[in-house]
């Protein structure tokens, strides 16, 4: 029984000290007052793709009714192009990165768990 007890408190000891650390964080991300900061934390919150745009702009032009078919010529490059662009460029957000990081620690602790 006495297990139980020292199982349970030492969860409860790690949930504690998860929150901590998560309130020391979020303090210290709300003081910041930069803008150039704020800015740049803006710009990863919602990044852009240009590949989809390219994309985009590629499908429209292709569909476009023309008689000398001169918008295909370009329409079919910028689809290529934005293709490439959407394996090659990076886009992750901050969400993406905290999904990715979540991940890499679940691995981490399994592997410690199968080391034990």
Do not use: C
């Not at 001169?70 to 992750?92: C, E, F, L, R, S």
């Amino acid at each position: 029984m006495d297990e139980h007890y020292k199982k349970h408190i030492a969860r409860i000891k790690k949930i504690g000290e998860s929150a901590k650390r998560r309130t020391e964080i979020y303090s210290g991300l709300a003081s910041l007052d930069d803008r150039g900061t704020a800015r740049s934390l803006g710009s990863l919150q919602r990044a852009s793709a240009p590949g989809k745009k390219l994309q985009k702009i590629g499908f429209i032009l292709f569909w476009i009714p023309e008689p000398l078919m001169i918008t295909n010529a370009v329409a079919v490059p910028m689809i290529i192009a934005g293709k490439y662009m959407d394996k090659v460029y990076n886009g992750a957000t901050i969400s993406d990165v905290g999904h990715e990081t979540r991940n890499t620690f679940g691995a981490i602790n399994d592997i410690k768990e199968h080391m034990r």
